[in-house]
């Protein structure tokens, strides 16, 4: 197995697709495998077993249920910042969108941004959730959360969002490289996982 360092991921993207194009792709390409990493953290910890669970609470309840309000909102910020416009007033923002107007191949760039629109219609409910509690305490929300409540979100609404932004960049990848990125298939070597099977065995001890 090659093993690439981030320095040569980089020169390989901007060789392939370019200098501009290439080194914000790449910069996307690390925010969304650090999502993946994220989630996969998350789902390990709060969405994959209820025994899981259940030991994190006899182990340290409080200290878990603050692990996962980060995680969560954390994945939310992300997906948000990736799906924001490409531009605040006179501020540039690094987004999927601002990756389409860089290609020049005609009909690539139509298919990006009809990927883009898709990506952003997905992630609604993060942004919802950014402006009004994570990022701002929207004053209507915090007032009377009854008479003002957010979207509901799911995790299977965060693993579309995740996946309809691995759609935008995995096509432009496959485009100049040839290649595509499995962001969800993080190997966990040193995470979650390891953490449950110490505290797994610890218990048992």
Known sequence: MVTRSMDEIRADYISTM??????NFYELYRELVELHVLWQQYRKLFGDSADTVQLL???AGLFFKIVQDELWDSVLLGVSR?????STGKNKNLTVLSLSPLITDFALRAEVQDLCTRAVTASEFAREHRNKRIAHQD?????NRNSN????ISRAAVEDMLAALRGVL??????FRDSTVLYEQFVDDSGARLLVQKLSKLERL
Not at 82 to 86: E, F, H
Not at 139 to 143: A, D, L, P, T, V
Not at 170 to 175: Q, T
């Open 82 to 86: 990736m799906t924001d416009p490409p």
């Open 139 to 143: 004053h209507n929300y915090f007032s």
């Open 149 to 152: 409540p957010l979207s509901g």
């Open 170 to 175: 995995n096509r432009i990848d496959n485009h």
């Open 57 to 59: 609470n006899r182990t």
């Open 18 to 23: 370019g200098q501009e194009l290439g080194a």
